[in-house]
Each structure stands twice: as C-alpha cells, then as structure tokens.
T-cell receptor
Framework: DAGVTQSPTHLIKTRGQHVTLRCSPISGHKSVSWYQQVLGQGPQFIFQYYEKEERGRGNFPDRFSARQFPNYSSELNVNALLLGDSALYLC??????????FGQGTRLTVV | DQQVKQNSPSLSVQEGRISILNCDYTNSMFDYFLWYKKYPAEGPTFLISISSIKDKNEDGRFTVFLNKSAKHLSLHIVPSQPGDSAVYFCAASEEYGNKLVFGAGTILRVKS
C-alpha cells in the first residue's frame, strides 16, 4: 500500500509569493492533518480535516489555509510568504485513530 | 508555551544497553500519548502509544511508562540497536483523534 505522499518534496519561493502544498492520504484514510516543523523543533499542528470539514486549527495566521477534496486529498496554501515560513511541512493521515501516518514532507525555503 | 517538553536534546548509548528517553507535559487534559521516530529525509513513524488509563505499554523492545501524577512519560528501548539511531518525538493529545502536540525531540545515537 502506498503511504502518505506529498508534493513537491522541495521548493524555493521568494518572500511575498504564494505556495500550494499537496498531500494524498493513505487509501481509506479520511482524516488529514498538516504540521509545520522548523529546524530544531517538533512538528507544530496547523490544520486537521475530516470528511472535508475543518476539524481543528492551530495557532497560525490567516495567511495559512487548507482544504480537503472529495477524494480526501488535501492542499495547504500559504500566502504572502515570510522568511519565517521556511520549514518542513508534514502531512499526516489517519482512519480513526491518533496513529497518524506521516508523509516525508515538503521542504519549503523562502528567500 | 511548550506543553510537551523533551529536555534532553541528545542521548548516546552503547549497543545492547538500555535507552531511556524522557518527556514531560503540562496540560492535564492530555489523555493519549505517543512516541514517533524520525530518520533524516523521512516523515515521523509511529512507534508506540499509551492512554491515560494505563501506566505501561509494551511492544517488543519498546516500553512506554506513564506517570500521570508527575506528568511524565518515558520510552525504554531494550536492547538498543544501531538502527534505533534517530530523532524521537514525544506527542500528546487531549482527545483520541485530535491534534497532536509534539515535543522538540531527542536525538538518540546508538554506538556499536
């Protein structure tokens, strides 16, 4: 079975630009969560979607948004990028449990 | 406001010996705790979990202990193997299926 897949794996953006990160959950998983991991820190919760509805939102500015599609894949959008948005963005999916399965992440560098 | 703290940034252990990774939390509403392992260039991988109704959970070489009164949990790896060398994250949630709050991680190095 394919695991959680994220695309792209790496990208470089300029300050002020917009970025869209994509995530395909494990087949059958209806919950998708997004986390931001800054170097030297643990992953920090951004959003959780379940059955296409936002179920939770972390302490991130409105520049961050997300959505989940009918096939349960998800997008994370970040507007007006700042240097501080440089991080590893992790997507995780789960069926019903807390045992989130994580993708390998998208490494975003803002210059 | 760090609700989950892993105070040891790194730990070095000899192969075959016990590795003990520690985690403290401040939020008394947490009722489910997990450990994840992360290798470079990979996403975190679930290792073991424990609910607040238990004080111990075992899975092979891995055992997690929970002390609710002290708001402390630990992960024991016995015996440690070089392949266990990775970053270990402690995580917690207030409700089963809800968002995870992670610690900063502990780098474990197992020397052969």
């Amino acid at each position: 079975d394919a695991g959680v897949t994220q695309s792209p794996t790496h990208l470089i953006k300029t300050r002020g630009q917009h970025v869209t990160l994509r995530c395909s959950p494990i087949s059958g998983h209806k919950s998708v969560s997004w986390y931001q991991q800054v170097l030297g820190q643990g992953p920090q919760f951004i959003f959780q979607y379940y059955e296409k509805e936002e179920r939770g939102r972390g302490n991130f500015p409105d520049r961050f948004s997300a959505r989940q599609f009918p096939n349960y894949s998800s997008e994370l959008n970040v507007n007006a990028l700042l240097l501080g948005d440089s991080a590893l963005y992790l997507c995780a999916s789960s069926f019903t449990s807390n045992r989130d399965s994580f993708g390998q992440g998208t490494r975003l560098t803002v210059v | 406001d760090q609700q989950v703290k892993q105070n040891s940034p790194s730990l070095s252990v000899q192969e075959g010996r016990i590795s003990i990774l520690n985690c403290d939390y401040t939020n008394s509403m947490f009722d489910y705790f997990l450990w994840y392992k992360k290798y470079p260039a990979e996403g975190p991988t679930f290792l073991i979990s424990i609910s607040s109704i238990k004080d111990k959970n075992e899975d092979g070489r891995f055992t997690v202990f929970l002390n609710k009164s002290a708001k402390h949990l630990s992960l024991h790896i016995v015996p440690s193997q070089p392949g266990d060398s990775a970053v270990y994250f402690c995580a917690a949630s207030e409700e089963y299926g809800n968002k995870l709050v992670f610690g900063a991680g502990t780098i474990l190095r197992v020397k052969s």
